[in-house]
């Protein structure tokens, strides 16, 4: 089961992962995003925000 609330990690928002507008895999960890913005912003640089 994933968990019921993850963390945006280039806003910081908590978001429901059924939710996320994108995800994006990072060192073998999946990342949910609130928008496409944030999503777009980690894919550009993830090191930033991990
Ligand atoms: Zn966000």
Redesign the pocket.
């Known amino acids: 089961m994933p968990p019921e609330m993850v963390e ?1 990690p ?2 910081g ?1 908590r978001i429901d992962p059924d939710d996320a507008a994108g995800t994006a895999e990072y060192g073998g960890k999946l990342y949910y ?3 496409e ?2 999503h777009d912003a980690f894919v550009a640089n993830p090191a930033t925000y991990v």
């Open positions: 945006d280039v806003c928002m995003f609130c928008s913005t944030c």
